[in-house]
């Protein structure tokens, strides 16, 4: 049976428009952590951040990652950038299936998500500050979750594309 092939990493390294694009290329199912949450609870990521808090996202995210653990299947799946951050989440992305970790540099993000206001995370000032300090407190947990890695910074979306169904 094939596995699964699941994108993590930060925010802006590309793992919804790498997911469109697998899905595109092999006409497998895809699916996006983030918005399924969005479609689960009838609001926008940034409405649940200030509504209801990080923490609670936190547990639909963790909730959202089991079932689709638990429905098995093959399937494209992203995931939002902070998914390895609840550290349980690790062996169900393992068990989910191949996990493939697009690292990007902070400047990548900075470039790649000028004038975006849908990451609560990063709203206000210094923003490479921030990007910064998460990426530094998240290092670890990627490349603990990462079954392959992807210097995604400079590379088209269809070499990435090709790199990930060859499985490298
Ligand atoms: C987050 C990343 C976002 C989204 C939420 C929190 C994070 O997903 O899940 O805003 O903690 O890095 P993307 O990586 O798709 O932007």
Do not use: H
């Amino acid at each position: 049976m094939m596995e699964s092939i699941v994108l993590i990493g930060f925010m802006g390294s590309g793992k919804t428009t790498i997911g469109r694009a697998l899905k595109e290329k092999t006409g497998f199912d895809f699916v996006d952590t983030d918005e399924l949450i969005e479609a689960e609870e009838g609001c926008k990521i940034s409405s649940i951040f200030t509504d209801k808090g990080e923490k609670y996202f936190r547990e639909l995210e963790k909730n959202i990652l089991q079932k689709l653990v638990a429905v098995g299947g093959f399937r494209i799946v992203s995931t939002g950038g902070g998914i390895v951050t609840t550290l349980e989440n690790i062996p169900f992305l393992k068990k989910l299936g191949r996990v493939f970790y697009l690292r990007i540099k902070p400047e990548t993000v900075i470039d790649r998500l000028r004038g975006d206001v849908t990451r609560p995370l990063l709203a206000g000032k210094d923003r490479l500050i921030k990007v910064k300090g998460l990426m530094d407190a998240r290092k670890d947990m990627y490349e603990k979750a990462a079954d392959i890695i992807i210097d995604a910074d400079d590379i088209s979306v269809e070499k990435i594309v090709e790199m990930i169904i060859n499985g490298t």
